[in-house]
């Protein structure tokens, strides 16, 4: 049975539409949708319906690499998977996890955040691809994958970002296994426990700024730019979320934001920790911001952006750091950072500060597991002297519940009383010297200050004691 139309177009490429014994042949040509190109395919079209008739179709001798293979021979998917380029799998494996639509917009609840699709795509092209990209998907097995794998070292990666490159190729095998493509993964996931430990190391790269670099970069910042940077420390929001403040976020009279989106290269979707609804009324200089920024724009919708260029035009994440603040940092002497550090200083200067961790994971849209795990030694609670708070109230309550007795008052310390002198210090005290057979490294036998004592017959001095060449002289 054939379609009515069994070759049609389809944005703007002609393809193959037609059922066999019950089995759909839908087949792309990649072809243009040419006046020539349509002769070229009914011609195709003849042939397979004289095939058809005959009762003698072989849909693998008109198609080799169609994508109907696995249709008509389901038990020979393997043998696809030999002849399918890895460069040509990963990327339309690549483009078919989008969460981007082709008029640009966002798919709401993708299952892949668009940034991390992006991120992704940058991996593909400059690592995956340039290495296994001439290699076919059934020709690739694990020592191909670990040679990749001590490749990414010698690029001197961390093992983190090796990690998670490893992470997403295993996902790229796991699919296709899945499709039928090949049998086994060749992925070798390392699953060691100091790997997972390693995982969850605290971040090395954590580098503040102190206050008087921020008031220096303040003092040199492109004006223009200022308010943006002040809010920006203010708050330690990640960078597409400053860039995608909008002003119907902004509640003047109750002094509070919500942050709905992320821009990024772009492209704009819910933050990674969701919408949040955030009270700035700890620093009025956010909200004083906000106003002189409301005072200068031109236009000041619900769906117009906070932080613009001076033509108007909303502003990207990756241009700032290039354009504006990596200038300024040279401007104030400061050693180069990243963009990233607005956050850090601002985790680290509250947390010191003895904030709550939890208003903190709240206002920069963290976890606080993350907030514990990066930032911990910034808490004063957790350095020395911790753990007095606790034990006075557990004494207090121990002292409540002994039978409606009172609670015992602390004992107190008494002096402990001095040791007893040694041979050798009372011999040292009196002026004596000390006997060449008790002379040893360490304790009383070898006092710090070896001018407080004379000399003994016999006694054998190194090169740089008190009586030595090399040292200073002392009384004999």
Not at 149 to 174: A, C, E, I, P, Q
Not at 295 to 323: C, I, M
Not at 350 to 374: K, Q, T, Y
Not at 418 to 433: D, M, T, V, Y
């Amino acid at each position: 049975m054939l379609c009515t139309m069994p070759v049609r177009e389809k944005s703007g490429k002609l393809f193959f539409d037609f059922w066999v014994n019950g089995k759909r042949a839908k087949t792309y040509t990649g072809l243009d949708a040419t006046p020539e190109n349509w002769k070229l395919c009914n011609a195709k079209m003849r042939e397979i319906e004289r095939d058809l008739a005959r009762g003698t179709f072989d849909y693998r001798a008109h198609f080799p690499t169609g994508n109907a293979l696995h249709v008509f021979y389901p038990d020979d998917r393997l043998r696809e998977g030999a002849a399918t380029l890895f460069s040509d799998y990963i990327e339309q494996w690549h483009r078919d996890r989008s969460p981007i639509r082709a008029d640009g917009s966002v798919i709401p609840d993708a299952d892949i955040h668009p940034s991390t699709w992006l991120h992704d795509g940058t991996t593909v092209r400059s690592t995956f691809t340039p290495f296994f990209g001439h290699m076919r998907i059934g020709e690739i097995r694990s020592e191909h994958t670990l040679a990749f794998r001590r490749w990414l070292f010698t690029k001197g990666l961390s093992g983190k970002t090796v990690g998670n490159y490893m992470g997403l190729l295993h996902k790229v095998f796991d699919d296709a296994v899945a499709e039928g493509l090949i049998s086994v993964n060749p992925v070798v996931r390392t699953s060691s426990r100091k790997v997972q430990r390693g995982r969850k190391r605290p971040r090395t790269s954590i580098n503040p700024l102190k206050p008087d670099q921020v008031l220096r970069f303040l003092e040199v910042v492109d004006p223009w730019y200022r308010d943006l940077y002040e809010v920006w420390f203010n708050v330690g929001w990640r960078s597409d979320e400053i860039v995608a403040t909008r002003f119907g976020w902004l509640d003047f009279e109750r002094q509070m934001v919500v942050v709905k989106l992320g821009r990024y290269r772009g492209y704009e979707a819910e933050p990674k920790t969701g919408e949040r609804e955030i009270d700035c009324s700890h620093a009025p200089a956010i909200f004083a911001a906000f106003a002189r920024l409301r005072e200068r724009q031109a236009s000041t919708g619900p769906d117009d952006y906070v932080f613009t260029s001076p033509e108007g035009k909303p502003l990207h994440q990756e241009w700032l750091n290039e354009n504006v603040f990596k200038p300024a940092l040279e401007r104030a002497g400061i050693p180069y950072r990243g963009q990233y550090c607005i956050r850090d200083t601002f985790c680290t200067w509250a947390l010191s500060a003895g904030e709550d961790p939890g208003w903190v994971a709240r206002v920069c849209g963290n976890s606080e597991e993350m907030i514990f795990r990066h930032y911990r030694r910034w808490m004063p609670e957790l350095k020395t002297g911790s753990g007095q708070k606790i034990a006075a109230a557990l004494s207090a309550a121990l002292g409540r519940a002994g039978h409606g007795a009172k609670p015992r008052r602390a004992a107190r310390k008494l002096a402990q009383p001095s040791p007893k002198p040694s041979l050798i210090s009372r011999k040292l005290q009196k002026g004596q010297g000390i006997p060449a057979d008790r002379w040893r490294r360490g304790g009383d036998l070898n006092p710090r200050n070896p001018s407080e004592f004379t000399r003994s017959p016999g006694v054998r001095l190194k090169p740089g004691s008190a009586t030595s060449p090399l040292g200073r002289s002392r009384k004999t």
